[in-house]
């Protein structure tokens, strides 16, 4: 599977990390960046494009991160086709998968262990969507508001 990655300063250690990891359980790895620690760098030209990435290529995925990962979901979820979810444990990503369809895992540094951030990912890559109608239902409607901005009707 393609995996897009973007980070921060603050994630740039784990970023890297992740990369390695996740090329040697035979992932193709594109690393949006950065490249070199900057502290006084911006997280959204890195996030945006590992975004962008997920958003065109039917079937990838992306991980996100930064010291809390709040603003890399915020950003990664205004590209159209992405849903990024905040995961803080391995239940989160689990239901990200199962209940949301979610392509994007959001990870803060500074909040996990580099082995607890490892598993959240191993756990959102491995679970697959439920493909439940209710959850089907809900991320379609999401799905028109993004596209047209038609919001659903009340029930």
């Known amino acids: ?10 994630g740039l250690e784990l970023k890297n990390h992740l990369a390695g990891w996740l090329a040697k359980r035979g992932h193709d790895v594109v690393d949006a960046g950065p490249e070199l620690y ?13 975004a962008e990435g997920v958003a065109r290529e039917n079937g990838s995925m992306g991980v996100v991160i930064g010291g809390s990962g709040n603003g890399e979901q915020i950003a990664a979820n205004k590209v159209a086709g992405v849903r990024a979810a905040l995961v803080w444990s391995a239940e989160t990503a689990r239901l990200a998968r199962q209940h949301n369809d979610a ?3 959001s990870l803060g540094a500074r909040m996990h262990s580099e082995q607890d951030a490892t598993d959240f990912v191993e756990e959102f890559l491995a679970t697959p969507y439920s493909g439940a109608d209710r959850h089907t239902r809900r991320i379609e ?4 508001y993004e596209t047209s901005g038609e919001l659903p009707p009340l029930p």
């Open 1 to 10: 599977m393609r995996i897009h990655l973007g980070s921060d300063h603050a």
């Open 38 to 50: 900057d502290g006084e760098d911006d997280y959204p030209p890195f996030v945006l494009r590992a």
């Open 103 to 105: 392509n994007v895992i």
């Open 141 to 144: 409607m999401i799905s028109t």
